[in-house]
Structures are given as structure tokens and as C-alpha cells.
């Protein structure tokens, strides 16, 4: 049988029997190896594509999440008067188109209050002032009521260290109080003005304890007793109509009327008509 094997093989022949073996071998693999590397050729082609497919998916889901976030997909609204009613979109906006009519007939605001003139340089004198919050009433001339609210007053110390009308006006500002000190001067005079927040219960009035022999700090005191400082400027609330409803409000600018919305308020107007749609182009 062996050299019936070796004749198969063409031994004695010349031939050369590992070469033909060789080729044998390498014609199997071949036929084995070209569709395996053309499937995987395939797969590679097919890997990169669905990678292509991602990176774009990729960058719609950021471009989509960032049209959501600031709102670009959600109901724009618009003021027909942006000079007296700005209207601005929060969030998302509303939730459904709208079309409202509004007026203003007050605006809010704050309680205004002014010193007298006094030497920009001069002493204020020691003591204690106590600001407390409410609401105020003028039923008379030249009088008035307070009602104190819940709001707890506020003291504010003079000593030594800050006896100037700078070292009041800091001293204000410092206090937490809400409410914003400063001094126009003219001529060397300065004045202390006091700015109060937005509302109707945002009044306030300030009683003093001064030090004896030290000072006239009761220069500064504004109580219904004692309106030694002169009221510039009234605490008042915003007074509007929508959709001929009457409307109070403490601020001018408002989040909590038209769902979806901050509404502020610049001047008192007539009608004006508020709007909310999609924006069909988004």
C-alpha cells in the first residue's frame, strides 16, 4: 500500500510531492479562509455604518435636548405693549395657546422716605433704631396709621464707630431689612434716603432710642407720632385687570397670573393683549 501511495504521489516520477501537497492544502485553505475574511469585511462595513448612525443620532439627541431646555420647541407668548407689559416665556411656556386682555391701573411700589439736610460730616448721634414692617393708612393730612405685620422688626445700633450719616446708610444696608439707604449731597449737605421694598405690607415705620446728651438721633424716627423723615414715595400693591378680572399684587413683575409666564409690568396702560402660540419654524 506504501508504494501504491507513493505512486499516487508520482514517486519516481521527477515530481515534486511536497509542493503538490503544499498546494493542496494551501487550495483547501484558501477556499475555507475567502469567505470568512469576506464576512468580516462585511461586518466591518456594517460596524462603521451603525457607528455613523450613532454619532448622528447622537448629535440630534443633543440638538433636540437643547431646544427643549431652552424652550425653543414649547408656546412662545408675546405682549401686543412690551413697553408696558413685557412678557417673558418660563420653562416651557403654557401649556396651550392662549389670547388674554390685561390693563394696568397702578403699578407697586415701595415706601420712599428722606432726611433732612445736615452736614454731610456731622455726627448723628447714638442709639437704637427699630425698623418695623406693615402696612400703613393715611386717612388724614399730614397723619397716619400703622399696622404691624408678621414680619419681626429690626435694630440697628449707632455707636461711636459709625455716628456719621455713611456709617448709618452702612449700617442700614447691613441690617438684612430689605430696605436700601443712601445720601444724595448737594452743596455739602447730604441727605439720607431710604428705599423700601415693593407692597403694600412692605411699610415701614422706624422708632429711635437715643442716648441722652448724645446726639439728636430722633431726627431720624418716622412713626405715626413722630414723622420726622418726609414719605417721597408710597408702599402700594400693582393693580390690574385680566380678562376682566381685578388682580392685586405686591411685585411688578409677576410669575404666577399667566401659567407659564413672567409678566412685568412698566407702566399703567390701557389694554393689552397677551398672546401664546407655537412657533410653527421650531
Keep these: 500500500m ?3 501511495f ?20 494551501g487550495v483547501e485553505r484558501t477556499a475555507r479562509i475567502e469567505p470568512l475574511t469576506e464576512r468580516r469585511e462585511q461586518l466591518g462595513a456594517r460596524i462603521s455604518a451603525l457607528g455613523q448612525v450613532r454619532s448622528a443620532l447622537q448629535s440630534i439627541a443633543t440638538s433636540l435636548d ?14 401686543s405693549d412690551a413697553s408696558a407689559v413685557a412678557v417673558q416665556r418660563r420653562g416651557l411656556g403654557p401649556p396651550a395657546a392662549i389670547t388674554q386682555r390685561l390693563s394696568v391701573e397702578q403699578l407697586a411700589s415701595g415706601q420712599q422716605l428722606v432726611s433732612a439736610p445736615q452736614a454731610a460730616d456731622a455726627p448723628v448721634g447714638l442709639g437704637t433704631l427699630t425698623i418695623s414692617f406693615g402696612r400703613r393708612t393715611d386717612p388724614a393730612e399730614g397723619a397716619f396709621l400703622f399696622s404691624a405685620g408678621s414680619r419681626p422688626a429690626i435694630d440697628i ?9 455713611a456709617g448709618l446708610r452702612d449700617a442700614i444696608n447691613a441690617s438684612g431689612a430689605g430696605i436700601t439707604a443712601s445720601i444724595v449731597t448737594s452743596a455739602g449737605q447730604g441727605q439720607l434716603v431710604l428705599r423700601g421694598a415693593e407692597g403694600a405690607d412692605s411699610a415701614f415705620i422706624i422708632s429711635v432710642a437715643a442716648e441722652a446728651g448724645a446726639g439728636d438721633l430722633a431726627r431720624f424716627s418716622h412713626t405715626p407720632g413722630a414723622p420726622t423723615l418726609q414719605r417721597t414715595a408710597s408702599a402700594q400693591d400693582a393693580r390690574l385687570t385680566l380678562d376682566g378680572v381685578p388682580v392685586v399684587r405686591a411685585s411688578n413683575q409677576i410669575d404666577d397670573l399667566v401659567p407659564g409666564a413672567r409678566l412685568t409690568l412698566n407702566r399703567t396702560t390701557g389694554l393689552v393683549s397677551l398672546t401664546a402660540a407655537r412657533d410653527p419654524s421650531a
Excluded at 66 to 79: D, N, P, Q, Y
Design 2 to 4: 506504501a508504494s501504491n
Design 6 to 25: 507513493i505512486n499516487a504521489l508520482g514517486s519516481g516520477s521527477g515530481l515534486d510531492s511536497r509542493a503538490i501537497v503544499d498546494g493542496l492544502v
Design 66 to 79: 437643547g431646544r427643549v431646555r431652552s424652550g425653543a420647541l414649547g408656546i412662545g407668548i408675546s405682549s
Design 157 to 165: 445700633r449707632i455707636t461711636p464707630d459709625n455716628n456719621s450719616l
